[in-house]
């Protein structure tokens, strides 16, 4: 039987598939890294999320004007308190730092640190001077409080 004359070819040529399939590759390889990177922010907003209840006990111990506790007790630290965290702790000034774990499933995460510290309305660390006066803002992910997860791996509101 022949083919009839201005009938259409069914279908893609081998070589047209192999250039389809070239360009996802391409594209694939491209969007993986800024994937990643997004998965590895979510992961450390969701670990950050822990952080909320010791800021509000160390915002109240401070407002209070009772004293600072002196073996680092706010009420709010905890080893294991989610999926993502290993540990958070505080300082006797009330720095939170909180270490992330190593089920967070990426090596550039794990086990870093994350600091919160409590700043007086001189932008300055609060300290005992400060008893009895309320917090006016917290340093987020800054290296001097002992941060050393990258900076890009932060939320945005968490940059130092």
Not at 109 to 132: H, Q, W
Request: proline share 5%.
């Amino acid at each position: 039987m022949e083919r009839q004359k201005g009938t259409a070819q069914a279908g893609f040529t081998l070589p047209e598939l192999l250039i389809v399939v070239a360009i996802i590759g391409v594209l694939a390889a491209l969007l993986m890294p800024s994937i990643r990177g997004y998965q590895a922010r979510a992961k450390v907003s969701e670990a950050m999320l822990m952080l909320n209840q010791c800021r509000n006990q160390i915002s109240e111990n401070y407002a209070s004007g009772s004293e600072l506790p002196l073996d680092n007790n706010y009420g709010c630290e905890a080893v294991r308190p989610s999926r993502f965290v290993q540990e958070i702790g505080t300082t006797s000034d009330g720095v939170i730092k909180l270490q992330l774990g190593n089920e967070i499933g990426d090596l550039r995460l794990s086990l870093a640190y994350i600091t919160l510290a409590p700043l007086n309305g001189n932008g300055l660390p609060m300290t005992d001077l400060d008893l009895g006066t309320p917090i006016r803002r917290w340093r987020c992910g800054a290296t001097g409080d002992g941060t050393d997860l990258r900076v890009d791996f932060l939320p945005s509101t968490c940059r130092g």
